[in-house]
DNA sequence: ATGGCTATCCCTGATAGA
């Protein structure tokens, strides 16, 4: 089973290199971020149609939005927080489903704006609130798969300029705290346990030469229980996607699992 | 060349991203 995650910041100017990706690398499972759309657009649900993938979409206009898109047909879809009691949140930063077995969430995260600010008061509860969700929904002997923009470096090594990022919103220690014990449920860090030497990023600022620089961080991760990366083959991004013309900031990040498709 | 922000909407500026 092959799953990647992507930030494709707005589905719909990334119609044709999504379709690109899907035919590349022919995955399984695919978790999309930041849709920037209430739906997925015509000619992206005919990409798909014709590729021969299944959608589930948790879309938002403007900002946020997350799917899921499967060679199997997702079934049991949960969007959100939903059925957590607590309010809904406003921001469509979550969504899971079954697919073939295995439960896949495509997550969101809160970027945090300035520390210390209310955006980053946000995305410290938004953590915590997502463990909290995960412990009262599974076990973490379940196969499943947590993979998304998780908008934390959790690395000294997932940052190829430390002194300009240590104090932002993505490293400080509050930050990784925070993802940390979402990780605590269970969780592995595909990435990082194949290649825990670091220096691979998946984002880069769109500002400053950032990718030509090699200024960039890992702060888009698979994550999966325990036992299903035991049977994680191979972790890669691929920063190829972004080159060229109108690439997202994100690059795709892949993990195969030896857990039948 | 891997290239000097990008995407969205209430659109000619503001907001958000990370």
């Keep these: 089973m092959r799953v990647i995650t992507w ?36 000619p992206v649900a005919d990409d798909l149609e014709r590729l021969g993938y299944h959608a589930a979409v948790y879309g938002q206009k403007t900002y946020n939005g997350v799917a899921i898109l ?22 469509a930063r979550l969504i899971s489903a079954m697919v073939g077995g295995v439960r896949v969430y495509s997550a969101y995260f809160p970027n945090g704006g300035e520390v210390g600010s209310d955006k980053f008061v946000y995305k410290l509860a938004w953590m915590k609130r997502l463990r ?14 947590l993979a998304g923009d998780m908008n934390v470096a959790p690395y000294d090594s997932d940052v190829a300029k430390l002194e300009k990022w240590a104090d932002t919103t993505h490293c400080v ?5 925070g993802l940390k014990h979402v990780e605590e449920f269970g969780l592995v860090d595909t990435h ?12 880069w600022d769109y500002r400053q030469l950032a990718f030509p620089k090699g200024d960039g ?17 191979d972790a890669r991004i691929d920063r190829d996607e972004r080159k060229g013309k109108q690439p997202s900031d994100h690059a795709p990040v892949i993990a195969d699992f030896g857990f039948p498709a």
Excluded at 13 to 41: I, S, T, Y
Excluded at 132 to 145: K, N, Q, T, W, Y
Excluded at 217 to 232: F, K, P, V
């Design 7 to 42: 930030n494709v910041n707005s589905i719909k100017v990334r119609q044709e290199r999504l379709a690109g990706v899907l035919e590349r690398h022919e995955p399984d499972v695919v978790c999309l971020q930041e849709l920037k759309a209430p739906e997925l657009p015509g």
């Design 70 to 91: 499967s060679r199997a047909e997702p079934t049991d879809v949960v969007q959100g927080f939903e059925g957590d009691g607590g309010e809904i949140d406003s921001h």
């Design 132 to 145: 909290a969700l995960l412990d009262a929904r599974h076990e973490s002997s379940e196969p499943i798969i």
């Design 173 to 177: 220690p509050e930050a990784r705290e």
């Design 192 to 203: 990082h346990d194949k290649h825990p030497e670091g220096g691979v990023y998946s984002w």
């Design 217 to 233: 961080l890992r702060i888009d991760i698979i994550y999966a229980t325990t036992e299903l990366a035991r049977t994680c083959t």
